[in-house]
């Protein structure tokens, strides 16, 4: 695609980046098919194609307009245009910039400003969000039910192991995680433990910084990874294997730094050096028990492994930051073959579910819709239980299912037998 940018745009490194990007594309509509919401709306501005117009326009000086951001906005941005895309359309980076180019130049109204800077605010503050969602569960009961089913009932962790291994890795606690699913890093720390790594957290690492980033505030999305980096630093030198990602949104995140901080004269040797020990779980998992399928039962057996009670009919809800911004499509699923699961089919499982990190909260209308949607695919071969990679599509699918909707790590956690037995 021939794009004639600004001069002043050109010469910065976005603006050259965008140029490179734009160039890619050869506008042949791919993207078109697994596009959530155009596949809802049939708006060609709500396509990766149309939006890619829209912000070539603005590069080029056209004006700017409430119409491009509704638009962007509107994009959850999953990233399955590029998954599909034959030419290789960085898309994602350019609705970055884009978004970020937006946001200096068309001004939000005093309503959404507010709305946006308290999501920032409150879901990456945990000494915010843990009291505000207490008081929430205290009053559950008396919530309008879209509002109720947004409140998940409290859940409790089992013990964390204490005993110490050679091999060590560390682990990103997360923001909500902690509070809203505690058995997840719990259950994590609990298999790693049985194949003798010790997962260490660092009180100091916060949020990934992803939520920052996506809602166009570049600055405080940069001082979350550098306070990130500052954190594991130590740890980093004195030799641990991998950061573990248990949320996959933070995982895709993480292994951005690099990208995100390669100007930084600062940051940007050491943002590579933890983006490149960056690992989800599963990655962590298929390395630990490699081999042949059998082989990795074999080994999961050798773990605890109770075939009689592991099997189970399971719908796995791949997410978006897992399948197309991982690029991890098929991992968590053999991992779950090989612990007995029976996988039953997810049509259309490269769509996104609408959490999409605050989508679901500025764009509940949509975000309702394409949850429906994914709810019906993933109960059409009538599963016992949905599993899933990322608190965000957690807590959005379950907040609409009928369907028991836990991380996948836990399932796993409860079929390899207590340890002592």
Not at 205 to 213: S, V
Not at 412 to 418: E, G, R, Y
Request: proline share 6%.
């Amino acid at each position: 695609m021939f794009a004639e940018l600004t001069p002043e745009f050109l010469a910065t490194p976005e603006g050259a980046e965008a140029q490179a990007i734009l160039r890619a594309c050869v506008h042949c509509g791919f993207c078109l098919a697994t596009c959530p919401t155009y596949q809802l709306l049939g708006d060609e501005l709500d396509s990766p194609r149309g939006r890619i117009y829209l912000m070539k326009g603005m590069f080029e000086g056209q004006p700017v307009s409430g119409l491009t951001q509704h638009h962007l906005d509107r994009c959850l941005t999953c990233r399955a245009c590029e998954t599909t895309c034959p030419s290789g359309v960085q898309y994602g980076k350019l609705v970055d910039i884009g978004r970020h180019y937006l946001e200096q130049r068309q001004p939000r109204t005093t309503q959404d400003h507010f709305k946006r800077t308290a999501l920032k605010t409150v879901l990456t503050t945990p000494w915010l969000f843990k009291p505000l969602l207490a008081a929430g569960r205290l009053v559950r009961s008396l919530l309008p039910e879209p509002l109720r089913n947004k409140v998940p009932v409290r859940q409790s962790a089992g013990l964390r192991p204490v005993s110490q291994h050679s091999r060590r890795m560390l682990l990103l606690e997360g923001c909500v995680q902690p509070d809203l699913a505690p058995n997840i890093n719990a259950a994590t720390a609990r298999v790693l433990d049985r194949l003798g790594i010790t997962l260490l957290s660092v009180p100091k690492a916060g949020c990934c910084g992803a939520l920052a980033h996506h809602l166009s505030d570049e600055s405080a999305a940069r001082m979350a990874m550098k306070r990130n980096i500052d954190a594991w630093w130590p740890h980093v030198t004195q030799g641990v294997e991998a950061i573990v990602m248990t949320a996959s949104g933070c995982g895709a995140q993480v292994k951005d730094y690099g990208y995100q901080l390669r100007h930084d004269p600062l940051y940007a040797e050491r943002a590579k050096q933890i983006s490149a020990l960056t690992r989800d779980l599963s990655e962590v998992l298929l390395k630990e028990l490699e081999g042949t399928p059998e082989e990795r039962r074999l080994s999961l057996q050798s773990l605890g492994l109770r075939t009689a009670t592991s099997a189970a009919r399971i719908a796995f809800h791949a997410p978006c930051t897992l399948q197309h911004g991982q690029k991890l499509k098929g991992v968590v699923e053999q991992l779950l073959t090989a612990a007995g699961a029976q996988l039953t089919p997810v049509p259309d499982a490269h769509l996104c579910c609408g959490s999409a990190g605050t989508y679901s909260l500025l764009q509940p209308e949509l975000s309702k819709r394409l949850q429906v949607n994914k709810l019906k695919a993933l109960t059409s071969g009538h599963p016992e239980l949905i599993l899933t990679a990322n608190i965000g599509c957690l807590t959005h699918l379950a907040a609409g299912s009928s369907t028991p909707v836990r991380h996948w790590v836990e399932w796993l956690d409860t079929c390899l037998a207590p340890q002592g037995m």
